[in-house]
T-cell receptor, first 111, second 115 residues
């Protein structure tokens, strides 16, 4: 069973749309959840980080974690063409420092 | 803003050769990592390194791979006897010891092509 599963996309939306990106995970020991953005041929860049159930907001981005259903979401409001990238969810659990990534969702925001 | 620097950005090597990928982590970070991403696939953890020794490694990180911190600034990944399937982007990352997932900084990667 894959530890982190992510909607594969690709996803294409018009500028200004609300984007919803989703992941599920299978191991309840995971404590920390991250969303990374990755532009083509670049390293992952941290967008959002959370360790508890509920919502965390940062500007146009909201991360949502539901530990009871093992569901992680990222919402992007007023999406911009510059948001076009691959979005990766990741988790880190217990005392381990390694990150486990989802497969990524490629997002294109059309002007 | 501090960066993790990786060199070279692209390396082409013949199958069977040894390669060394180099990284300069952020200066006050004490945990160092290597990840790889085969084209079209997930970013995968290879190894973490702390206090001059490996702290965690994945099943991918077999005897073909080794890591080293040869001096106070560099962190290297050596791949011996490269195979075609080693072709991937290799990302170095570093983090502060007291930080968890929010403390990672990734480099821009080295694209390794084995021919």
């Amino acid at each position: 069973q894959k530890e982190v599963e992510q909607d594969p996309g690709p996803l294409s939306v018009p500028e200004g749309a609300i984007v919803s990106l989703n992941c599920t995970y299978s191991n309840s020991a995971f404590q920390y959840f991250m969303w990374y953005r990755q532009y083509s041929r670049k390293g992952p860049e941290l967008l959002m980080y959370t360790y508890s159930s509920g919502n965390k907001e940062d500007g146009r981005f909201t991360a949502q974690v539901d530990k009871s259903s093992k569901y992680i979401s990222l919402f992007i409001r007023d999406s911009q063409p510059s948001d076009s990238a691959t979005y990766l969810c990741a988790k880190q659990g217990g005392s381990a420092r390694q990150l486990t990534f989802g497969s990524g969702t490629q997002l294109t925001v059309l002007p | 803003e501090p960066e993790v620097t990786q060199t070279p950005s692209h390396q082409v090597t013949q199958m069977g050769q040894e390669v060394i990928l180099r990284c300069v982590p952020i200066s006050n970070h004490l945990y160092f990592y290597w990840y790889r991403q085969i084209l079209g696939q997930k970013v995968e953890f290879l190894v973490s390194f702390y206090n001059n020794e490996i702290s965690e490694k994945s099943e991918i990180f077999d005897d073909q791979f080794s890591v080293e911190r040869p001096d106070g600034s560099n962190f290297t990944l050596k791949i011996r006897s490269t195979k075609l399937e080693d072709s991937a982007m290799y990302f170095c990352a570093s983090s502060e010891p007291q930080r968890t997932g929010d403390g990672y900084t990734f480099g821009s990667g080295t694209r390794l092509t084995v021919v």
